[in-house]
């Protein structure tokens, strides 16, 4: 379509980083004309397929720098394997009250129970509800802080720490912990 209307439309949707709308604004206009779509109606479609394009970026941004090992969901997690765990607890955990009242939550039990899985569901659900996220191993976590200190940055290195609400480090049980950083509160 050569309308220049439409063009300009295109282009300002573009300006304003609505590239969904943008793509799409032809069969979107075209499929409103045909069901005689009200204004709001077609407004609110519109504004929905940009809020969904921007919330699938956030959600693959989120995970990426959260540096998932893999990406489990709690949906596939095998809650009859381990009948120890009970899924109300779980499920209650996917609220994330725990994060906003500053609480720690530690997974304890042996190899092979799917302390790994749920932690890495819980931290997707996190991501989903806004917050930053980050997943370390304890091996890690204690080489990125010894060699920050070795560097004179473990200030900086610390600071990096604190910046995600829910921090998850994985396999502190396998590591013997000898740590020798005299390490000062941050202020």
């Known amino acids: 379509m050569d309308?220049?209307?439409?063009?300009?439309?295109?282009?300002?949707?573009?300006?304003?980083?609505?590239?969904?709308?943008?793509?799409?604004?032809?069969?979107?206009?075209?499929?409103?004309?045909?069901?005689?779509?009200s204004y709001s109606d077609f407004?609110?479609?519109?504004?929905?397929?940009?809020?969904?394009l921007k919330h699938e970026k956030h959600m693959a941004l989120s995970t990426a720098l959260a540096k998932?090992?893999?990406?489990k969901t709690l949906e596939s997690f095998d809650f009859s394997f381990q009948p120890s765990i009970d899924p109300k607890i779980i499920r209650e955990l996917t609220t994330c009250s725990f994060i906003n009242r500053t609480e720690n939550l530690v997974l304890l039990g042996?190899?092979?129970?799917g302390k790994s899985h749920l932690s890495v569901a819980l931290g997707l659900k996190a991501i989903q509800k806004k917050y930053r996220t980050l997943f370390t191993s304890a091996t890690a976590l204690i080489a990125s802080l010894n060699k920050a200190y070795a560097e004179n940055r473990l200030e900086e290195k610390l600071k990096f720490y604190c910046v995600?609400?829910?921090?998850?480090?994985?396999?502190?049980?396998?590591?013997?912990?000898?740590?020798r950083i005299n390490i000062k509160l941050l202020k």
């Open 43 to 52: 407004l609110d479609k519109l504004l929905e397929e940009e809020i969904s």
């Open 164 to 179: 995600p609400k829910l921090m998850i480090i994985d396999e502190i049980g396998y590591v013997p912990v000898d740590i």
């Open 110 to 113: 042996p190899p092979g129970t």
């Open 3 to 37: 309308n220049p209307q439409i063009l300009r439309i295109q282009e300002n949707l573009k300006l304003l980083k609505l590239n969904r709308t943008g793509q799409q604004l032809e069969t979107l206009l075209q499929e409103a004309s045909k069901n005689e779509v």
């Open 68 to 71: 998932f090992p893999y990406i």
